[in-house]
């Protein structure tokens, strides 16, 4: 299992892939089945503050703020949040991204009507701490919606592959 540290260090080592390839459109499972199974059960956040943890480069919290909620939003890469924040840039929504810990949040308690994550929770090294953090955040009466990888999809064995150019990737 991965500690925080490394975690970061291996999502800022495929941010930029990431990036192009699901801007690109090929981030199917995201855009055709994950994304719109869990718009399809969020609740009405017209009009309330909420927080998107593990947001990557931002794609969801941007799809969040469309549906008329204030967002602020945390991922652990700086190199997502660099990307997110040159798209708020670009395309202002008013959200708020910061570099920061699932398992830290840099917000005082009670400071959100709602809390989402998508498909975070799974790759971090302490669920536990970071859901309590949410619950943290939360004003009384907020909810917590995420979404995780089914278990049916975990591969039972890594397999180690060299690059053409060098280097190896589990």
Not at 27 to 39: E, G, K, M, S, V
Request: with cysteine; glycine share 8%; hydrophobic share 40%.
């Amino acid at each position: 299992m991965m500690n925080e540290m490394e975690l970061a260090n291996y999502w800022n080592s495929n941010a930029p892939a990431w990036i192009e390839l699901s801007r690109a459109g090929y981030d199917i499972y995201r855009d055709y089945l994950n994304t719109p199974a869990f718009f399809n059960i969020l609740p009405v956040i017209k009009g309330l503050k909420g927080i998107d943890i593990g947001c990557g480069e931002g794609h969801n919290t941007r799809l969040l703020a469309a549906q008329g909620a204030t967002l602020d939003a945390i991922d652990i890469s700086d190199l997502f949040i660099e990307s997110a924040q040159q798209m708020e840039k670009q395309f202002p929504l008013g959200i708020s991204y910061s570099f920061a810990s699932a398992t830290r949040l840099p917000f005082e308690n009670d400071s959100f009507d709602f809390a989402t994550s998508f498909m975070c929770l799974m790759d971090l090294p302490d669920q536990e701490k970071a859901i309590a953090e949410a619950y943290r955040v939360l004003k009384p009466g907020g909810f917590f919606q995420f979404s995780i990888e089914h278990p049916c999809f975990k591969t039972p064995y890594m397999k180690k592959v060299q690059h053409a150019q060098g280097g190896d990737q589990f």
